[in-house]
């Protein structure tokens, strides 16, 4: 896509399949306008929904855990892009 081609962007429930997070975010910051949004969707390692079935089997809970960042580690990917 062209510098600066989009308004917004929008990252639902993706960006813990991103093998290269620093790449994207680059790329993300690239296409998006100047004043354009980034809107994340995503489950963090630290604050992970309540859901029922993690009450019923936690082997669950620690396997989804696992495989999502922390906020904080999401906010860092995107802030190092500017």
Known sequence: MPDASCD???LFFAWHHVA???GAAQE??????PGGRLFVQANFSDRM???WWFRVV???R???IAQFR???EVKR???GAG
């Open 8 to 10: 917004a962007a929008l």
């Open 70 to 72: 922390s906020e904080e």
């Open 20 to 22: 290269d997070r620093e």
């Open 62 to 64: 620690k396997a989804d």
């Open 28 to 33: 993300l910051r690239r296409v998006v306008k």
């Open 49 to 51: 929904p309540d859901f």
């Open 77 to 79: 990917d995107f802030a």
């Open 58 to 60: 936690p082997e669950w």
